[in-house]
Structures are given as structure tokens and as C-alpha cells.
């Protein structure tokens, strides 16, 4: 039989991080009904609230917990809460129980000052910064994808996590590449999906308008499942919606045909969260892999220029790019790394 009947406990969650399970392990234990009470504001979140709240509630099922969560806003700009702000607070929450609190579960950052005594005219278990590793969502938020990054709850690191693409025409190393990083980073990557379509359909020459429809809307769907179910820091992309949308504009198709093509690729464009996209230029020799079209190096170069400036177009302020055009395989990885570091260093210390 557990120690209280309703127990609550409060917090950001902004990030949640190992000292918040760490509470909400304990008070589950001892608790029939715990409530976990979501505060945040317009004015002061960092990660919005509806992430928050999802993220919140798949951990509690990760962790096989029953504990309901409350969305409690105060819309305030500062933490500095007044009395009467804390009493309406309070006065919604027990709204939503529909019981009486008897227990509340509290950082001993509270130690003293008799808030949730007063409020709820029942016990409080304060729970000190040793009992959770000193760990505090400020501490993280300085360097997420570095020391903080083991104490962020899993489900919270894909805000954290970091998107990078790697683009260029035919030949140019972008799935080696991509191995090549996934496998230095322990992470996952997603390869690309218009390939495998190619070859079903025999060549390019024999795919449909539909086809390209297929390719943007696979590939959006298996790299956002990737993303989310990464642990790693960093995840990579070999090609996105913009070279799909090339390679239909090289095909004979009526021009209403890739219009409907290109409103589906810029908003799929436009929907990917990218922090980094390293095109390759095609400096590297030429590999016929059976399915490639054979043309002159003047040509490749000028439909890589063109490539190039379909992505410095479309990226363009959304996303850093960076021009990766070492003539060797190992020199690539060299530069590529270099990026890759730098990106992760903005937060890594």
C-alpha cells in the first residue's frame, strides 16, 4: 500500500533531465496518483510547451508510469511569481485533480520558505541537489552537446540534436561519406531512397512523375523516423527534396507535372530543420555504377554548379552551407569532420 494517495510534483522540464526522474521515481514509489504539474510561459520557454508535454508523457510511459501531467501556464516573464499568481496556480491545479493534494514533492531550492506548505496545507519532500547529481536544467542549457548531454532525458536530446546533409551531384561520394560519418559518430544516417525506386523502375528514363512523388514522400517519412529514434548527437542525410526535384526537372515530363513535383519538394524543403549541409563538388573521378549517365567533366561540373545554386537558393538563411571540394576520398573525411566538430562545438565544451 503506497505511503500517500496524491502526490504532486512541478517543474519546467525545460529540458527534463536525470534529476527530475530521479524525483519522479521517488515519488512514484510512494504515491497511489501522481500528478506532474508542466509549468511553462510564452515568455521564458526555450523548448515549447507541446514538445514538452509529448516528450513529458513518453517518458512516463517509457519509465511505466501512470502519472498524469498538467499544463499549467503563468504567463509571466521572469520566475518571481507573486503570492496571488502561486494561489491561482494552485487553485487550478486542485481543479484538475479533483482531490485533495498529500503530498508535494519540491527542489530544496524551496527549503524554507513554506510556498507549497501554505498552498497545500500538506507534507513536502524536498529533494536536494546531492540527491540528483547537482544537475540543473540551467547547467545544460550552457552546454547541451557536451557535459549536459548524458544528463538530458533521451526523449529531450532531439531537440538538441543536430541535422546535417550531405548533397552534390552523381559521384561525388555522398553515401561513402555519409557511412563514413555515421560510423565516426556512432549514429544514425539515413541513405538515399531515390536509388532503390531507380533501379525498380529500370533507370531514370523509365520513371513516372509519380515515382519522384514516391521518392520525396518515402524519404521525408524514413528520415524523420531516423531522427527521432537516434540516441547520438548528431545524425547525417545523404540527398534531400532538392535533388529528387533536380532529377525530375532532367526528365521529360509537361510542365503541370513538375510543378506538382516542385510544391511537394519545397515544402518538404522547407519543413527539414538542417544545421549543416556539406555539398560536394565533383572533384573526385567519376564511377560508373551501371545505373549513371555517362557525360563529359565540362558538363558535370556545370550541372553541379547548377545543383548548387538550386541549394543556395533554397537553404538560402535557413542553413549554413559548406563546399567540400578535396580531389581524395580521406581528404573529404578530413574536411568534413572539421565541420562536423565545429557544428557540435557550439555546445560542446
Not at 563529359?296 to 545554386?309: D, F, G, P, V
Request: glycine letters at 6%.
Amino acid at each position: 500500500m503506497s505511503k500517500y494517495k496524491v502526490g504532486m510534483f512541478g517543474g519546467a522540464f525545460d529540458p527534463l533531465h536525470k534529476g527530475y526522474l530521479h524525483v519522479i521515481e521517488r515519488a512514484r514509489a510512494v504515491c497511489e496518483n501522481l500528478y506532474l504539474v508542466l509549468f511553462y510561459s510564452r515568455c521564458r520557454d526555450r523548448i515549447p510547451v507541446e514538445l514538452r508535454y509529448r516528450w513529458l508523457r513518453g517518458t512516463l510511459e517509457d519509465m511505466g508510469s501512470r502519472a498524469s501531467v498538467i499544463l499549467l501556464e503563468d504567463g509571466l516573464k521572469t520566475k518571481n511569481s507573486s503570492w496571488e499568481e502561486w494561489e491561482i496556480g494552485r487553485d487550478y491545479v486542485m481543479k484538475q485533480i479533483g482531490a485533495p493534494v498529500d503530498v508535494v514533492f519540491a527542489g530544496s531550492d524551496y527549503l524554507g520558505a513554506n510556498i507549497y506548505e501554505r498552498l497545500y496545507s500538506c507534507p513536502v519532500e524536498y529533494v536536494g541537489r546531492e540527491e540528483t547529481d547537482n544537475i540543473s536544467s540551467t547547467a545544460i542549457q550552457k552546454f547541451p552537446l557536451g557535459t549536459g548531454w548524458n544528463a538530458i532525458a533521451p526523449r529531450f536530446r532531439e531537440w538538441y540534436r543536430k541535422r546535417v546533409l550531405i548533397a552534390g551531384v552523381e559521384s561525388t561520394g555522398k553515401t561513402t561519406l555519409t557511412e563514413f560519418l555515421a560510423k565516426h559518430y556512432k549514429t544514425r544516417r539515413q541513405l538515399e531512397l531515390g536509388r532503390e525506386i531507380c533501379e525498380f523502375c529500370y533507370g531514370e528514363t523509365r520513371m513516372l512523375p509519380a515515382d519522384y512523388i514516391k521518392i520525396l514522400h518515402r524519404h521525408a517519412a524514413a528520415e524523420e523516423r531516423m531522427f527521432e529514434s537516434a540516441e547520438g548527437k548528431v545524425v547525417f542525410t545523404d540527398t534531400d527534396a532538392i535533388a529528387t526535384l533536380w532529377f525530375a526537372k532532367l526528365a521529360p515530363f509537361f510542365d503541370k507535372e513538375i510543378k506538382t513535383i516542385e510544391r511537394l519538394a519545397w515544402a518538404t524543403i522547407y519543413a527539414n530543420k538542417y544545421d549543416l549541409i556539406l555539398f560536394l563538388e565533383p572533384t573526385v573521378p567519376f564511377v560508373q555504377d551501371g545505373w549513371r549517365k555517362e557525360i563529359s567533366k565540362r558538363e558535370r561540373m556545370a550541372n553541379s554548379e547548377k545543383l548548387k545554386q538550386m541549394y543556395l537558393d533554397g537553404y538560402k538563411g535557413i542553413c549554413p552551407i559548406v563546399f567540400i571540394d578535396e580531389v581524395s576520398y580521406k581528404d573529404r573525411e578530413r574536411a568534413a569532420l572539421c565541420q562536423v566538430e565545429k557544428l557540435l562545438g557550439s555546445g560542446s565544451l
